[in-house]
Structures are given as structure tokens and as C-alpha cells.
């Protein structure tokens, strides 16, 4: 285990970066007193994802736990026969349900008999992804994404390898303790105040300490990238974007701007409040190039997909985050009355500017 001292590095974003430099895959760093910052590897684009262990009397709590594949429960084991020898996890915190972070909830809970903690929503998500395979979603999922413009080819892609993501998960445990918005959690010697908020997820739960001024933000807020805010099949209706937009500004209002974030992913930061702009910036910029689009022409969630991401390069995986990303987008505008959906004869959904 290594203790690392703070060394504020200033960066060009405006934020500051305590701990720039991350922990390798059998290193564990002391952010504070109690306090230990793991990363764990993802076999994506988004190659890592942070664990936080948090001092909880003769053991300690674990925030969240990689993916459920071999690769992680073989970091894990290095880790526990390592330099996390004598620890004792005596709490699972799960931020949401999405597998980077719940991923070996069942794995952990049955290794230390410890309680896992979950919003409801979040719980009862992560169940609903073990079993999205039916036919009776999967078809859902197929009229979803042809109401939204895309072909067949698309689709298929989508259905497969752009989703076998979601089942990267150990057993879910049958059993967990609900966290509340509003509540709060003593750990240790810290009492953290319980957010959640919606948009990357439907009901993310992020811890505040006020009393050592640490944000555990999951991936809510995060320093280098915006998370992905998707509308899907299940409900295909919803503002996910609004409601990522409004829990920012909820955060805006309650965190002072020197609160030390510790993100699900990237690095520890300072300057939440510049952060959150920068966020909602980057949400608006997307909206203009949507309306710029729609005022030429109709365009479909396919077409738009085109416009928004031009720059990239795709696979079925990114493909599936940047559509669910761009109706979000749809979707808010359309609520807030920026476009107008019409469907025509071919049952597919075409968005004007207005």
C-alpha cells in the first residue's frame, strides 16, 4: 500500500488534479486517512474504473467492483493476497447497476459474507439486466431501434455484440439494503450524506462527507469525460438527459467548488463547480449541432447519430452508447420544444428544428 502525498497539478481544464497519477493493478494508494483508492482494467475503450475502500471499524466498505469477468476476479485475488492481505470488506456500496461497477457484487458478498447497499432502482435494474434477453425485449429492442432510423444490419449488431456487455455480471445477491436519496451513512468515523441522481443511470447513489469535504461522484461527475446519458428500449419516452441536467445543478448548489471529487473514472479532482458547466456546456453544444441538422432537413436518430459523432470511429458497442446518447438528446429537445417528431407512413420517427 502506498501513501501518496497531495500535489496539486493546475491543468488547462480549469480543474485541478491532487493524485494525477493512478494506481497500477497490484498497487493500492491512500488518498487520506482512511481512505484507499483502487483501479480495476475494463476490456473497453474506457480501459479502467476506480474502487474506493473506506475505513468501516475492524474492516472496511467497498464502493463499487469492476466487471464480473476472469480477468477482475484475478486482479481481485492479486489484490487480497497482496498489499489488501488483512483487509475484511464488511460493506459493498454499488452505485448503480451498470457491470463495470456491480459487475462482481455476487463474487464479493459471497467472499466476505458481507451486506451489499443499492438504491432500489439501481438493484432492481441490475436484476432486470440478467434477464433482458427474453424474446418478448429483444423485440422491443429491435422495434426501438427501427423507429429510430436504423437498418438492419445496425440493429443486429446492436442486439449482439453491442450489448453482450451487460451480461459481464456475477450472480446478483437475492438480498440487499436500500440507500435513499437524502439519507445518511455513517462509515467508520465518517458520515456521508446519500445523493442520487438520474441521467447515466436511473438512480446513481453518490456519498458526500461534508466534515473532510470528499464527493464520491461514481460516474455523475467525471474530469476528462462526459458519462454517456442514453435513452433505451425500456423506456423509450424518457428525459434522461433532463434529469442528468437537473442533478448537476442540484450538485452545483450543494458542493463548495474545493470538495475533493473521487470519480468512478479518471483521476481525483478539484473544482466540481467549473466541472458541472463544463458538463452542461458540452450537452448544449450536442443540442445545436441536433437543431442545426433538423432546420435543413427531417432527420431520423440514425441521420443525427452521423452528425454528432462524425468524428469517430464506431464499433457495435459505441454504436449502441451513441445512439442511446443521441435520443436522450432527442428526447430532451423535444420536451423542452427545440424539435418537433413526426412518424411517417414507414413507422419511423423524423425530428425538425423549430
Not at 473544482?271 to 442545426?292: F, N, P, S, Y
Request: aromatic share 8%.
Amino acid at each position: 500500500m502506498h501513501t501518496k502525498a497531495a500535489t496539486l497539478t493546475a491543468a488547462p481544464d480549469g480543474l485541478r488534479y491532487p493524485f494525477p497519477t493512478p494506481p497500477k493493478p497490484d498497487e493500492v494508494i491512500e488518498l487520506a486517512p482512511g481512505l484507499l483508492w483502487v483501479r480495476l482494467a475494463l476490456p473497453f475503450r474506457l480501459n479502467h474504473v476506480n474502487i474506493y475502500l473506506i475505513a468501516d471499524g475492524d474492516g472496511w466498505a467497498m464502493v463499487d467492483t469492476g466487471i464480473g469477468n476472469d480477468a477482475t476476479v484475478a486482479a481481485w485475488t492479486t489484490l487480497f493476497e497482496g498489499p489488501l492481505k488483512d483487509v475484511r470488506i464488511t460493506r459493498l456500496i454499488v452505485t448503480h447497476a451498470h457491470p463495470d461497477h456491480v459487475g462482481l457484487a455476487g463474487w464479493i458478498v459471497e467472499r466476505f459474507g458481507c451486506p451489499l447497499l443499492m438504491s432500489q432502482v439501481e438493484y432492481l435494474q441490475a436484476a432486470y439486466h440478467q434477464h433482458r434477453g427474453a424474446p418478448e425485449r429483444k423485440l422491443a429492442q429491435r422495434l426501438f431501434f427501427r423507429r429510430h432510423g436504423m437498418d438492419e444490419e445496425i440493429t443486429e449488431a446492436l442486439l449482439g455484440r453491442g450489448q453482450e456487455y451487460l451480461t459481464r455480471v456475477s450472480i446478483l445477491p437475492p438480498v440487499y439494503h436500500r440507500l435513499i436519496d437524502g439519507g445518511e451513512i455513517t462509515i467508520g468515523s465518517r458520515r456521508f450524506r446519500i445523493i442520487t441522481g438520474g441521467g447515466h443511470a436511473f438512480d446513481q447513489v453518490m456519498l458526500y462527507c461534508e466534515a473532510d469535504n470528499i464527493f464520491l461522484s461514481a460516474d455523475q461527475v467525471l474530469s476528462k469525460i462526459s458519462p454517456n446519458v442514453s435513452v433505451w428500449a425500456v423506456e423509450p419516452e424518457a428525459d434522461a438527459l433532463g434529469d442528468y441536467l437537473r442533478s448537476l445543478a442540484a450538485l452545483a448548489g450543494l458542493l463548495p467548488d474545493d470538495v475533493l471529487v473521487l470519480p468512478g473514472h479518471g483521476v481525483p479532482f478539484y473544482g466540481v463547480k467549473t466541472r458541472i458547466t463544463q458538463l452542461a456546456d458540452h450537452h448544449e453544444e450536442r443540442c445545436q449541432m441536433i437543431a442545426d441538422a433538423c432546420r435543413d432537413k427531417p432527420c431520423t436518430a440514425a441521420d443525427l447519430v452521423r452528425v454528432v459523432f462524425h468524428k469517430h470511429v464506431l464499433d457495435a458497442h459505441q454504436t449502441g452508447f451513441a445512439a442511446g446518447e443521441l435520443i436522450a438528446h432527442v428526447n430532451y429537445m423535444r420536451f423542452t420544444g427545440r424539435l418537433t417528431e413526426e412518424v411517417g407512413p414507414d413507422g419511423i420517427a423524423r425530428y425538425i428544428a423549430r
